[in-house]
């Protein structure tokens, strides 16, 4: 069984002027951490013109898809039918994002189904992290 979920998604971008942009986009989850997702976007859709990758709670995704959830630098609400909009907060800004809502659930199924909701910690390798933690203070 693979340990990794991809899936493309087309993003809209969502600009202050009156136009707005579709990206194809990557959401991303790894059992090895199975806390969180990822949501990769082509250098094409940045502001620095290389590919970024935001990383954030999965559980943060999940119910962002149903009520705003989030107060830190991403946050995610519901937006009209089949809609779901991502905030990304950052120094230089906010980017905002709308995907559909179907393909951010049919994503979060896989990833249960790889990982279900409350077994998360029997997925990580606290031994490992460790030795890394301690590998990079020295």
Same mark, same amino acid.
């Not at 899936?7 to 579709?22: E, G, H, I, K, Y």
């Not at 059992?31 to 940045?46: D, E, G, H, I």
């Given at each position: 069984? #693979?340990?990794?979920? /991809?899936? +493309?998604?087309?993003? !809209?971008?969502? *600009? #202050?002027?009156?136009?707005?942009?579709?990206? +194809? *986009?990557?959401?991303? @989850?790894?059992r090895r951490n199975? @806390?969180?997702?990822?949501?990769? %976007?082509?250098? !094409? +859709?940045?502001?620095?013109?290389?590919?970024?990758?935001? /990383? %954030?709670?999965?559980?943060?995704? +999940?119910?962002?898809?149903?009520?705003?959830?989030?107060?830190?630098?991403?946050?995610?609400?519901? @937006?009209?039918?089949?809609?779901?909009?991502? /905030? %990304?907060?950052?120094?230089?800004?906010?980017?905002?994002?709308?995907? !559909?809502? #179907?393909e951010v659930r049919?994503?979060?199924? !896989?990833?249960?189904?790889?990982?279900?909701?409350?077994? /998360?910690?029997?997925?990580?390798?606290?031994?490992?992290?460790?030795?890394?933690?301690?590998?990079?203070?020295?």
């Amino acid at each position: 069984m #693979s340990t990794v979920i /991809e899936q +493309a998604v087309q993003v !809209r971008l969502v *600009a #202050s002027a009156p136009r707005t942009d579709d990206v +194809a *986009a990557t959401l991303r @989850y790894d059992r090895r951490n199975p @806390y969180a997702v990822q949501m990769a %976007f082509p250098a !094409r +859709a940045t502001l620095e013109g290389v590919d970024v990758a935001w /990383e %954030f709670a999965r559980e943060l995704l +999940a119910a962002g898809v149903d009520e705003p959830a989030g107060l830190g630098d991403v946050r995610v609400r519901p @937006y009209g039918y089949d809609r779901t909009v991502v /905030e %990304f907060h950052a120094l230089e800004g906010v980017a905002v994002v709308h995907v !559909r809502t #179907s393909e951010v659930r049919r994503f979060l199924r !896989r990833a249960l189904h790889l990982v279900p909701e409350g077994r /998360e910690h029997e997925f990580l390798d606290l031994d490992q992290d460790l030795t890394e933690l301690l590998r990079d203070a020295r």
